[in-house]
């Protein structure tokens, strides 16, 4: 079906499974260790070899010469899979750089072989015997010095780089008050807990494999191109995803090599990136420099906005579009962005959680706190003030529906905000410095072409089946809760299949779009295969009625079961959406509560509270989508106070690509967390009338902890994350 | 002692050596005095969820490798593989330990309990069905990791194991949520549903959440 | 990881008896930190003593009053034990800021002892690093050095010691008790076990081929307030960036050691001395001739607030 306008009344406005509380249907699979991960088909797959993959140790430059024979000699080895003997291979439209390299080598722990043995100790064992030299080159590795040579990135997915309106300039110079200041977000990895791992099996020229993967057509795709082959000849399949948050959205060298390692081994093959390669083999975040200068009138209204910044990537890499949310975040009629990128040799940056926004409102949220201090507002009556209905930029398209004062003011009543002392460095206890900080969330509601087949089986039960995926954030039961919802029988009659090439082509899991855009397609594929009983039943759809696994039409009563048949019923459907999007801009808000506890002698940050409140349209599962506001607030909490690759300069790469040294958060790092969402519904987006919430919590919470942190101690650190050698130094 | 003149010189030393280090990677065969290469296989049995297993394996397998390859009990993750994330955790003797970092050879005779040998999906122990009531986890991954681990946890307070957070150490331990925290972070959970698990863990335990506390 | 055959020792001797007739043999206990670095081939041994076996667990008490603990005693056994929770509670909470709770079950004393430095250039094989490689540089030095030593380094190394269990030791003074492949016996002070880098940072302690630790020994305790501060970027399960262990006597005088800033548990006598005068007055004796990179010169200041917010913690107590 076509989604062309906004959605009046229709079955989903019942919410009798749909917006209830309710567990997630895969969750005692999780629990008790069932649920089937990449790694971990062992009837399909039962006596695979294994496949270790060995890493440039250069970060650019060409390999000289590579010696496999003592891997190949070595015991267990079953072959060697090298750029010299994989055959012809392309690249997938979504990646930078090549999967497989050499003799070139474009970064650091670029896979350059694969070796596959009978067990994992083999294989791992046989990696140390490849001879490789090398001849290296120079490369650019540090932003701050390749930022001189930044230029303007094409336009991607439809955001032009740059944009203004106004007069910047002028309005900047007249403010009475104004900041301009630079900020650095560093680099962050995904480290997402399950690696990137594969299983692959041929059977004659046809592949299968069993991959931890967001995008399955994408995938299958960029696949079936990189191996030249129809991308009907390979099935991709990934039921359970151990974590994505972006780093999963295409496909990266363990599902290649698995199937190239088991092309060559003539046999199932299964690799798992070892941990200490991921960070510099796959994808990251990229840095960025961002500089705001904001100019404000006494009256508090914002005058003047600009927002400029600085990423760098792979040649051929997309850049870190972190101005994006400036342009219609906050009122103003003078105002200006620009995404700059240069040429970096370190591993291709590409999209993790809330691209450009994230990283964007860990700076710009900062300013606004910022600004507000001059003006002498406090920073959530500052962000009311600067509240607006329509795109500043251009004022004709508005808001499909923005509460963002009712987040704040909500989440301002709740926290005790009013107890806030304006005054940096005013509050005590015991030891530690207490601040408070606010920031806005702020985040677009995109959606994508969905499918979805739904069966009525004999025995009642209705089976959904769509390439979607659920990398967590809950597609299982949602999807299960639109089925019940429209099909008229309880969410345990639903069985819910994801993440298989062999089913229609969802929206897949990314930006945000993959909750609202996958149950509309199960809506649609629903309200297909209630035609198709009402036609059965030799009735008018709009006279049918679902309920308690009983379809009624006037006088007949008959089980949903009966009327599907030994058969069984089924019909697919995709939604399309081709609604107008100029009119409106669609997007999800919040607002960030946090305090934080400095210690006033070693500057030891410690987070205390925590609160969002969310505006995201109808809240499908509450559970589930608190749980992705409250995951995302302690991601944004790692970006604040402790994660960042670092960079050695000198060499290009990343140093601390491990576990032990990329510090992300643990559980004494994370205070209970509240989050509250808006009672809503935007039925011009869908028509399950809801938002995404995945991406909205991450963003501005880094920035409100970094407000935290200036309220406690007077110390304005620009430079993420704020860890203690800079509160030092501040 | 050197000027910082003759620093630089030795830093381009460095610099240089470093790259014709990395010009030639490590190479066992015929290194002076290395020993034979040949895998070295052993037989042993192993006591997981209450199931004696007889297993032929290369010395080198890990526990959790046993398990997960070998005893195909692939509820005990593979995240890191060097201790540094707790996805492996699996309870030896009733003690959690990291299984990435435990040799399968040196565990004959120890009882191993893995998050199958805890409960069934139709019939979970208390705290996987804790998990699955507060919404303890997002992708699950981390999750049989965190729930072996919460139960060795709780016998580690039962047992008085004090803790970082432990204020004094000579009084009884008790099972605050600061307390949780700590005990508990040796499990990563990058989906960040740490609030969650925390009151699915007190659930579990008997004991309050923590509420809005600061 | 290379291939490794593998035995269970019987006797302490017998397993420095069969350590020293296999150059490429290595002992396993909690293997926490050996199997780490085995799998990364940084250790390649090719034979296992797996010591396990051996009855080093015990925590005892010495005719002198003191505490000696066995080689093979549980990170968290020797933290909840009774005695030193009472009687040395900064080696409780020592044990305690370290590692994770799965970590510290697996993780023996003397293992402890005995870890390897985290410089993240010593973890990547295809790095310049002396430690692991002698003769390749330090990558380190020109590279990122934030976490790394400050003091007691070399223009070969920088690299930190990075037990939390070995500060506390140092300020106790305990006494790391061996035995070597002829049965016989030594007892190495704390102080002169580790050793600085030099030209030499593959060097680490001073045990010879086969020497295995049986107990490390506590002498009597020594009362006073005790208190262990470890400074990190997370709240738990990461090494120290800085960490003080300390002991305050009524009169204010006392000791210190101090971690994440050297090679080796760090303690000057001359910057004990300077306890009753503060936390400047000791950090000015601890580092001097400090030698710090600008990533981690922060280290030298951070250790002076720690000492000065250890001494308002005892002040408090």
């Given at each position: 079906?076509?989604?062309?306008?906004?959605?009046?009344?229709?079955?989903t406005?019942?919410?009798?499974?749909?917006?209830?509380?309710?567990?997630?249907?895969?969750?005692?699979?999780?629990?008790?260790?069932?649920?089937?991960?990449?790694?971990?088909?062992?009837?399909?797959?039962?006596?695979?070899?294994f496949?270790?993959?060995?890493?440039?140790?250069?970060?650019?430059?060409?390999?000289?010469?590579?010696?496999?024979?003592?891997?190949?000699?070595?015991?267990?080895?079953?072959?060697?899979?090298?750029?010299?003997?994989?055959?012809?291979?392309?690249?997938?439209?979504?990646?930078?750089?090549?999967?497989?390299?050499?003799?070139?080598?474009?970064?650091?722990?670029?896979?350059?072989?694969v070796?596959?043995?009978?067990?994992?100790?083999?294989?791992?064992?046989?990696?140390?015997?490849?001879?490789?030299?090398?001849?290296?080159?120079?490369?650019?590795?540090?932003?701050?010095?390749?930022?001189?040579?930044?230029?303007?990135?094409?336009?991607?997915?439809?955001?032009?780089?740059?944009?203004?309106?106004?007069?910047?300039?002028?309005?900047?110079?007249?403010?009475?008050?104004?900041?301009?200041?630079?900020?650095?977000?560093?680099?962050?990895?995904?480290?997402?807990?399950?690696?990137?791992?594969?299983?692959?099996?041929?059977?004659?020229?046809?592949?299968?494999?069993?991959?931890?993967?967001?995008?399955?057509?994408?995938?299958?795709?960029?696949?079936?191109?990189?191996?030249?082959?129809?991308?009907?000849?390979?099935?991709?399949?990934?039921?359970?995803?151990?974590?994505?948050?972006?780093?999963?959205?295409?496909i990266?060298?363990?599902?290649l090599?698995?199937?190239?390692?088991?092309?060559?081994?003539?046999?199932?093959?299964?690799?798992?990136?070892p941990?200490?390669?991921?960070?510099?083999?796959?994808?990251?975040r990229?840095?960025?420099?961002?500089?705001?200068?904001?100019?404000?009138?006494?009256?508090?209204?914002?005058?003047?906005?600009?927002?400029?910044?600085?990423?760098?990537?792979?040649?051929?890499?997309?850049?870190?579009?972190?101005?994006?949310?400036?342009?219609?975040l906050?009122?103003?009629?003078?105002?200006?962005?620009?995404?700059?990128?240069?040429?970096?040799?370190?591993?291709?940056?590409?999209?993790?959680?809330?691209?450009?926004?994230a990283?964007?409102?860990?700076?710009?949220?900062?300013?606004?706190?910022?600004?507000?201090?001059?003006?002498?507002?406090?920073?959530?009556?500052?962000?009311?003030?600067?509240?607006?209905?329509v795109?500043?930029?251009?004022?004709?398209?508005?808001?499909?529906?923005?509460?963002?004062?009712?987040?704040?003011k909500?989440?301002?009543?709740?926290?005790?905000?009013?107890?806030?002392?304006?005054?940096?460095?005013?509050?005590?206890?015991?030891?530690?410095?207490?601040?408070?900080?606010?920031a806005?969330?702020?985040?677009?509601?995109?959606?994508?072409?969905?499918?979805?087949?739904?069966?009525?089986?004999?025995?009642?039960?209705?089976?959904?089946?769509?390439?979607?995926?659920?990398?967590?954030t809950?597609?299982?039961?949602?999807?299960?809760?639109?089925?019940?919802?429209?099909?008229?029988?309880?969410?345990?009659?639903?069985?819910?299949?994801?993440?298989?090439?062999?089913?229609?082509?969802?929206?897949?899991?990314?930006?945000?779009?993959?909750?609202?855009?996958?149950?509309?397609?199960?809506?649609?594929?629903?309200?297909?295969?209630?035609?198709?009983?009402a036609?059965?039943?030799g009735?008018?759809?709009?006279?049918?009625?679902?309920?308690?696994?009983?379809?009624?039409?006037?006088?007949?009563?008959?089980?949903?079961?009966?009327?599907?048949?030994?058969?069984?019923?089924?019909?697919?459907?995709?939604?399309?959406?081709?609604?107008?999007?100029?009119?409106?801009?669609?997007?999800?808000?919040?607002?960030?509560?946090?305090?934080?506890?400095?210690?006033?002698?070693?500057?030891?940050?410690?987070?205390?509270?925590?609160?969002?409140?969310?505006?995201?349209?109808?809240?499908?599962?509450?559970?589930a989508?608190?749980?992705?506001?409250?995951?995302?607030?302690?991601m944004?909490?790692?970006?604040?106070?402790?994660?960042?690759?670092?960079?050695?300069?000198k060499?290009?790469?990343?140093?601390?690509?491990?576990?032990?040294?990329?510090?992300?958060?643990?559980?004494?790092?994370?205070?209970?967390?509240?989050?509250?969402?808006l009672?809503?519904?935007?039925?011009?987006?869908?028509?399950?009338?809801?938002?995404?919430?995945?991406?909205?919590?991450?963003?501005?919470?880094?920035?409100?902890?970094?407000?935290?942190?200036?309220?406690?101690?007077?110390?304005?650190?620009?430079?993420?994350p704020?860890?203690?050698?800079?509160?030092?130094?501040? | 002692?050197?000027?910082?003149?003759?620093?630089?010189?030795?830093?381009?030393?460095?610099?240089?050596?470093?790259?014709?280090?990395?010009?030639?990677?490590?190479?066992?065969?015929?290194?002076?005095?290395?020993?034979?290469?040949?895998?070295?296989?052993?037989?042993?049995?192993?006591?997981?969820?209450?199931?004696?297993?007889?297993?032929?394996?290369?010395?080198?397998?890990?526990?959790?490798?046993?398990?997960r390859?070998?005893?195909?009990?692939?509820?005990?993750?593979?995240?890191?593989?060097?201790g540094?994330?707790?996805?492996?955790?699996?309870?030896?003797?009733?003690?959690?330990?990291?299984?990435?970092?435990?040799?399968?050879?040196?565990?004959?005779?120890?009882?191993?309990?893995?998050?199958?040998?805890?409960?069934?999906p139709?019939?979970?122990?208390?705290?996987?069905?804790?998990?699955?009531?507060?919404?303890?986890?997002?992708?699950?991954?981390?999750?049989?990791?965190?729930?072996?681990?919460?139960?060795?946890?709780?016998?580690?307070?039962?047992?008085?194991?004090?803790?970082?957070?432990t204020?004094?150490?000579?009084?009884?331990?008790?099972?605050?949520?600061?307390?949780?925290?700590?005990?508990?972070?040796?499990?990563?959970?990058?989906?960040?549903?740490?609030?969650?698990?925390?009151e699915?863990?007190?659930?579990?335990?008997?004991?309050?959440?923590?509420?809005?506390?600061? | 990881?290379?291939?490794?055959?593998?035995?269970?020792?019987?006797?302490?001797?017998?397993?420095?008896?069969?350590?020293?007739?296999?150059?490429?043999?290595?002992?396993?206990?909690?293997?926490?930190?050996?199997l780490?670095?085995?799998?990364?081939?940084?250790?390649?041994?090719?034979?296992?003593i797996?010591?396990?076996?051996?009855?080093?667990?015990?925590?005892?008490?010495?005719?002198?009053?003191?505490?000696?603990?066995?080689?093979?005693?549980?990170?968290?056994?020797?933290?909840?034990h009774?005695?030193?929770?009472?009687?040395?509670?900064?080696?409780?909470?020592?044990?305690?800021?370290g590692?994770?709770?799965?970590?510290?079950?697996?993780?023996?004393?003397?293992?402890?002892?005995?870890?390897?430095?985290r410089?993240?250039?010593?973890?990547d094989?295809?790095?310049?690093?002396?430690?692991?490689?002698?003769?390749?540089?330090?990558?380190?030095?020109?590279?990122?050095?934030r976490?790394?030593?400050?003091?007691?380094?070399?223009?070969?190394?920088?690299?930190?010691?990075?037990?939390?269990?070995?500060?506390?030791?140092?300020?106790?003074?305990?006494?790391?008790?061996?035995?070597?492949?002829?049965?016989?016996?030594?007892?190495?002070?704390?102080?002169?076990?580790?050793?600085?880098?030099?030209?030499?940072?593959?060097?680490?302690?001073?045990?010879?081929?086969?020497?295995?630790?049986?107990?490390?020994t506590?002498?009597?305790?020594?009362?006073?307030?005790?208190?262990?501060?470890?400074?990190?970027d997370?709240?738990?399960?990461?090494?120290?960036?800085?960490?003080?262990?300390?002991?305050?006597?009524?009169d204010?005088t006392?000791?210190?050691?101090?971690?994440?800033?050297?090679?080796?548990?760090?303690?000057?006598?001359?910057?004990?001395?300077?306890?009753p005068?503060?936390?400047?007055?000791?950090a000015?004796?601890?580092?001097?001739?400090?030698?710090?990179?600008?990533?981690?010169?922060?280290?030298?200041?951070?250790?002076?607030?720690?000492?000065?917010?250890?001494?308002?913690?005892?002040?408090?107590?």
């Amino acid at each position: 079906m076509k989604f062309t306008q906004t959605e009046g009344k229709n079955r989903t406005d019942r919410q009798k499974v749909i917006g209830k509380a309710t567990p997630r249907i895969e969750g005692a699979l999780k629990a008790t260790g069932k649920a089937t991960y990449a790694y971990e088909w062992h009837d399909i797959a039962p006596k695979p070899a294994f496949g270790y993959v060995l890493g440039a140790a250069i970060a650019k430059g060409r390999i000289t010469s590579m010696d496999t024979s003592g891997a190949e000699s070595s015991a267990g080895v079953l072959a060697v899979v090298t750029a010299e003997n994989a055959g012809p291979l392309d690249k997938g439209n979504f990646n930078v750089v090549k999967l497989l390299a050499g003799p070139e080598i474009q970064h650091y722990h670029q896979a350059i072989a694969v070796i596959v043995a009978r067990t994992f100790e083999e294989a791992r064992a046989g990696a140390t015997k490849i001879k490789v030299r090398y001849a290296s080159e120079p490369g650019v590795y540090d932003l701050e010095v390749a930022k001189e040579t930044a230029v303007k990135p094409p336009a991607r997915w439809g955001n032009e780089p740059d944009s203004a309106a106004g007069d910047f300039a002028g309005a900047f110079a007249a403010a009475p008050f104004k900041i301009d200041a630079t900020y650095h977000t560093p680099a962050h990895s995904h480290a997402m807990m399950e690696p990137f791992a594969s299983i692959a099996a041929w059977k004659g020229d046809e592949l299968t494999v069993w991959t931890a993967n967001q995008m399955i057509a994408w995938s299958r795709a960029d696949l079936a191109k990189t191996l030249k082959m129809p991308p009907e000849k390979v099935r991709v399949v990934s039921p359970y995803v151990g974590g994505g948050f972006g780093g999963k959205l295409w496909i990266r060298a363990d599902v290649l090599l698995a199937a190239l390692g088991a092309r060559a081994a003539k046999r199932p093959v299964k690799v798992a990136l070892p941990r200490p390669m991921m960070a510099n083999n796959t994808v990251h975040r990229p840095a960025t420099i961002q500089r705001v200068r904001l100019g404000a009138g006494k009256d508090g209204k914002i005058t003047a906005f600009a927002h400029e910044n600085w990423a760098g990537n792979q040649k051929g890499g997309s850049t870190e579009t972190a101005t994006l949310a400036s342009r219609a975040l906050y009122a103003g009629a003078n105002r200006m962005t620009s995404n700059r990128n240069a040429t970096l040799d370190l591993p291709e940056g590409n999209a993790m959680r809330a691209p450009g926004d994230a990283p964007g409102s860990m700076a710009f949220e900062i300013a606004i706190d910022e600004i507000a201090e001059k003006v002498g507002l406090d920073p959530v009556e500052f962000r009311v003030i600067n509240d607006t209905q329509v795109n500043p930029e251009k004022p004709a398209q508005t808001y499909s529906t923005r509460k963002l004062i009712q987040c704040l003011k909500t989440g301002a009543e709740k926290f005790g905000w009013s107890k806030r002392n304006a005054k940096p460095g005013a509050v005590r206890d015991g030891n530690w410095l207490v601040g408070l900080g606010v920031a806005t969330a702020y985040r677009g509601a995109p959606t994508m072409n969905s499918g979805a087949r739904v069966r009525i089986e004999s025995s009642g039960r209705v089976i959904v089946e769509t390439d979607m995926t659920d990398i967590g954030t809950g597609s299982y039961t949602i999807i299960g809760q639109t089925a019940a919802e429209m099909m008229g029988v309880p969410l345990d009659r639903v069985d819910v299949r994801l993440g298989d090439s062999n089913f229609p082509v969802s929206a897949g899991s990314g930006g945000q779009f993959g909750a609202v855009s996958a149950t509309s397609g199960v809506y649609a594929a629903c309200l297909k295969l209630r035609e198709a009983i009402a036609t059965k039943l030799g009735v008018a759809a709009d006279t049918l009625e679902i309920d308690d696994g009983f379809a009624v039409a006037g006088s007949k009563r008959v089980a949903l079961g009966e009327v599907a048949g030994t058969e069984g019923l089924s019909a697919e459907d995709k939604i399309e959406f081709a609604t107008d999007r100029e009119k409106h801009l669609h997007y999800t808000f919040g607002a960030h509560f946090v305090e934080v506890g400095v210690h006033a002698i070693t500057s030891e940050v410690r987070v205390r509270r925590m609160l969002a409140v969310c505006h995201a349209g109808r809240i499908l599962n509450p559970p589930a989508a608190r749980n992705q506001i409250i995951g995302a607030m302690t991601m944004g909490v790692g970006a604040a106070l402790m994660e960042e690759l670092v960079v050695d300069k000198k060499v290009g790469f990343f140093v601390n690509h491990d576990l032990a040294s990329y510090e992300v958060p643990v559980h004494a790092d994370i205070p209970h967390q509240e989050c509250v969402f808006l009672d809503d519904e935007d039925p011009t987006v869908s028509p399950m009338k809801a938002l995404g919430v995945g991406e909205l919590g991450i963003c501005g919470v880094s920035a409100a902890v970094a407000n935290a942190v200036y309220n406690a101690t007077g110390k304005r650190v620009r430079d993420y994350p704020i860890t203690i050698d800079k509160l030092m130094r501040t | 002692m050197q000027g910082p003149g003759d620093f630089e010189v030795s830093r381009r030393d460095v610099l240089k050596l470093g790259a014709a280090a990395t010009a030639v990677p490590l190479v066992a065969k015929g290194q002076a005095g290395s020993p034979a290469e040949a895998p070295v296989s052993t037989q042993l049995s192993l006591n997981v969820n209450g199931k004696v297993h007889a297993l032929k394996l290369d010395t080198r397998t890990s526990l959790l490798d046993a398990l997960r390859d070998h005893l195909q009990l692939t509820g005990s993750k593979k995240g890191c593989d060097h201790g540094q994330c707790g996805a492996c955790t699996v309870l030896v003797n009733g003690r959690r330990i990291n299984s990435c970092l435990s040799l399968a050879v040196m565990h004959a005779g120890d009882k191993i309990t893995t998050i199958e040998g805890l409960g069934t999906p139709n019939k979970m122990h208390a705290m996987q069905a804790a998990f699955v009531k507060h919404d303890g986890f997002q992708c699950g991954y981390c999750t049989p990791g965190q729930i072996c681990s919460a139960v060795g946890m709780l016998s580690e307070v039962k047992a008085n194991v004090p803790s970082h957070a432990t204020t004094d150490l000579t009084a009884p331990c008790a099972l605050t949520n600061p307390e949780l925290r700590e005990r508990m972070s040796g499990n990563i959970c990058r989906c960040g549903a740490y609030s969650n698990i925390a009151e699915a863990i007190a659930d579990a335990a008997g004991v309050p959440a923590a509420g809005r506390s600061a | 990881m290379r291939p490794f055959s593998y035995e269970k020792a019987a006797t302490p001797a017998a397993a420095a008896s069969a350590a020293a007739k296999n150059p490429h043999a290595k002992f396993i206990a909690g293997g926490t930190n050996l199997l780490d670095l085995m799998k990364l081939e940084i250790e390649k041994p090719a034979h296992l003593i797996d010591v396990n076996g051996l009855a080093l667990d015990k925590v005892e008490a010495t005719p002198e009053g003191g505490l000696r603990i066995g080689a093979l005693v549980r990170n968290t056994d020797l933290a909840a034990h009774d005695k030193v929770r009472k009687d040395y509670p900064l080696l409780s909470r020592a044990l305690l800021a370290g590692a994770s709770g799965q970590l510290r079950n697996k993780a023996t004393t003397a293992g402890n002892l005995l870890q390897r430095t985290r410089c993240p250039y010593f973890y990547d094989t295809n790095q310049a690093c002396n430690k692991r490689a002698p003769g390749t540089g330090c990558g380190a030095l020109a590279g990122f050095s934030r976490q790394l030593a400050v003091i007691g380094t070399s223009n070969t190394c920088i690299a930190t010691h990075p037990s939390d269990m070995a500060i506390a030791m140092r300020a106790l003074d305990a006494v790391v008790d061996t035995v070597q492949p002829d049965g016989a016996q030594r007892h190495v002070a704390i102080a002169d076990f580790h050793t600085l880098p030099g030209d030499k940072p593959q060097v680490e302690n001073v045990l010879k081929p086969g020497e295995l630790i049986t107990s490390v020994t506590l002498p009597k305790p020594v009362g006073g307030a005790q208190v262990y501060h470890k400074v990190r970027d997370r709240a738990s399960y990461a090494f120290a960036l800085v960490s003080v262990g300390m002991i305050v006597q009524k009169d204010g005088t006392g000791r210190l050691a101090v971690g994440g800033v050297a090679p080796k548990p760090w303690r000057v006598e001359a910057a004990d001395a300077e306890l009753p005068r503060g936390a400047k007055a000791v950090a000015a004796k601890l580092f001097a001739g400090a030698k710090p990179t600008h990533d981690n010169e922060f280290k030298i200041a951070l250790t002076e607030r720690v000492i000065e917010a250890s001494l308002a913690d005892l002040r408090r107590a």
